[in-house]
């Protein structure tokens, strides 16, 4: 608010600015503030990397049973060392035989066949199946009634 003198008007030395901030000073504070951080903090990490080491090589390890490094083997013997690349070599012989002609047992004479040629035989010759006793002779399943107390008759009450 612009006090008035008497009534000659406003009073002497009151106003405005008649300069304004320059812009070009704002941005080179702005620059130089923003360069002045990139070389703390650049120093910052410096000292940082250089008293770590120094740390590193003052003081020996105070765990000594902590694990530094590829862990350690356990003595022999190793059963899988490779596990990936066994089960993998393990898939491809299984592959291998089930896609193939063998001998199981020569003495035996006893074979294998391709997968696919077995489930052909088995479809032209079906499942070989077991002679069914006889329905007079006990020792069968039990009756649904008898809830197996008795094989082959029914419990009556």
Avoid: C
């Avoid at 070389?39 to 902590?66: H, Q």
Wanted: glycine share 8%; aromatic share 8%; net charge negative.
């Amino acid at each position: 608010m612009v006090e008035m003198h008497e009534a000659n008007g406003p009073a002497p030395g009151a106003g405005h600015e008649t300069r304004d901030v320059s812009t070009r000073v704002v941005v080179i504070f702005a620059t130089a503030l923003m360069v002045g951080a990139v070389v703390v903090f650049a120093a910052i990490w410096l000292l940082f990397l250089y008293f770590g080491s120094l740390n590193d090589k003052a003081y020996p390890r105070e765990y000594p049973m902590a694990q530094v490094g590829a862990p350690r083997q356990p003595p022999a013997p190793r059963l899988q060392t490779k596990p990936r690349e066994e089960f993998e070599q393990m898939r491809a012989d299984e592959e291998q035989v089930l896609h193939s002609y063998g001998w199981l047992d020569r003495t035996a004479a006893v074979v294998h066949i391709p997968i696919d040629e077995a489930m052909r035989l088995t479809l032209e010759h079906g499942l070989p199946v077991r002679a069914q006793a006889p329905a007079d002779e006990p020792g069968g399943p039990p009756d649904r009634s008898s809830s197996g107390r008795a094989v082959g008759e029914s419990v009556r009450k």
